[in-house]
């Protein structure tokens, strides 16, 4: 996966200014969460890890079920709205009949070489309204030329091209795996510019000229706080990895469902999270303004195990039900100050949560924010939360309280503040 030597700092002073994000920023930002698949040779090789050196013969890749109808209905039951799928890892197998390398399945005995597991990934991804992303490796230790880069660079970009020339319709998402790549240099410039050529509304993650990045863990946490803009030190990391970088870079936080494994494993059951832990992870993603991808490896058979497509069934109805009724709602709070809005009840009203969303067309302006109560008999306005960015969304837990007034004080902004949302809810 991502290697931490090139993850991007994203705390903080924000750069001065205000930028604004790309119309196709904001869509990706209100997808919020994705189901990750890493699928391919090596979920054939038990035990195997990245760059150990192991031979993985091409003939042993056989997913007798594949099912990629089962992977959509299974996030959308999670409640995601993309996916992610890994076409070619840092092993070099090709999940498509790609023309540039006899390692791929063209070269396998599943479906006497006649398969493509990309196609059918992306079509089972329309059937069920899912966008569509891709995972590609830069890194690939099975080339015999990686190390060559002007040839490399060839050979990245006519893979590239049989994945986005159109022939799989149009991608949402082309993910850029920095792992393996520390040291190699890419002609990022030339590579960036065929695949804004060819797929013109795609969203690139992370390297070359990303439009969103990393969040600098593989545990699916957003750190604090975390801004959509990029700074002065976020930027002189980046330029390690890229060529072109934007103002606005939205953030997503990828973690796995099992501990220990990307790809599948026979040994790891023991390490599924709970729905519990998953919720959590659900808090520290997207309750902070970042977008949220979970790695779920398909076994052998081609299909997501059972055990981990109950977790995921248990996890999207425990979402939904969490905020589908809130207590007061958008359209119930009274805007009482320039950047204060309050939730009036006529009776002591309890609640445990706040969800917040900023307008973010014309940029980020909540800095730090503070959350209130206020009893009709008493004039006096108590804490209960305090925090910084907002951004895409801020979901504030407190231990449960009761009053007749709640109030949102914005304290700190560099220019007016518009919501998008604000709702209170007791779960």
Not at 129 to 156: H, M, Q, T, W
Not at 159 to 175: C, H, K, N, T
Not at 203 to 209: A, F, P, Q
Not at 242 to 266: A, G, H, M, T
Request: glycine share 8%; aromatic share 12%.
């Amino acid at each position: 996966m991502i290697s931490t030597a090139i993850a991007p700092a994203l705390s903080g002073n924000r750069q001065t200014g205000k930028p604004k994000p790309a119309p196709r920023q904001l869509e990706y930002q209100d997808w919020e969460f994705g189901i990750f698949i890493h699928f391919g040779i090596r979920t054939f090789f038990e035990g195997h890890k990245d760059f150990d050196g192991i031979t993985m013969p091409a003939e042993k890749f056989n997913p007798a079920e594949l099912d990629c109808e089962q992977w959509a209905r299974t996030a959308v039951r999670a409640g995601a709205k993309f996916m992610v799928f890994t076409a070619k890892h840092h092993d070099g197998f090709a999940n498509w009949p790609s023309k540039f390398t006899g390692y791929s399945v063209a070269k396998s005995s599943w479906r006497d070489g006649k398969g493509d597991v990309v196609k059918e990934y992306v079509d089972a991804c329309r059937k069920h309204n899912l966008k569509v992303g891709i995972y590609y490796s830069p890194a690939d230790v099975g080339c015999p030329f990686y190390e060559e880069p002007e040839k490399y660079d060839r050979y990245f970009i006519s893979q590239l091209s049989e994945l986005l020339d159109g022939r799989y319709g149009d991608i949402d998402l082309l993910w850029l795996d920095g792992c393996g790549s520390q040291g190699h240099n890419y002609n990022w410039k030339a590579i960036t510019a065929t695949i804004r050529r060819m797929q013109p509304g795609i969203l690139i993650h992370n390297l070359g000229e990303p439009d969103y990045r990393w969040c600098g863990n593989e545990e699916g946490i957003g750190p604090v706080p975390v801004w959509n803009t990029v700074d002065e030190s976020d930027r002189e990391r980046l330029k390690e990895i890229s060529w072109k970088i934007k103002d606005w870079l939205p953030v997503e936080c990828p973690c796995r469902i099992r501990e220990k494994n990307w790809f599948y494993s026979d040994n790891d059951l023991d390490t599924l999270k709970t729905v519990d832990e998953l919720l959590g992870i659900y808090y520290y993603s997207i309750g902070r303004g970042c977008n949220l991808l979970l790695n779920v490896a398909p076994d052998r058979r081609g299909g997501f195990p059972e055990p981990d497509t109950e977790i995921l069934a248990e996890f999207g109805h425990e979402i939904r039900t969490r905020f589908a009724s809130p207590v007061a709602d958008f359209s119930k709070v009274v805007k009482t100050g320039e950047n204060e809005w309050t939730f009036k009840f006529d009776k002591r009203t309890c609640a445990n949560h706040i969800l917040i969303m900023e307008e973010l067309t014309e940029g980020e302006s909540i800095k730090k924010f503070r959350l209130e109560v206020n009893y009709r008999t008493k004039g006096t306005f108590w804490p209960i939360y305090e925090g910084s960015n907002v951004g895409h969304k801020a979901i504030c837990r407190f231990p449960e309280v009761g009053a007749e007034n709640f109030i949102f004080r914005v304290t700190e902004a560099d220019g007016p503040v518009k919501l998008r949302d604000l709702s209170i809810h007791k779960i």
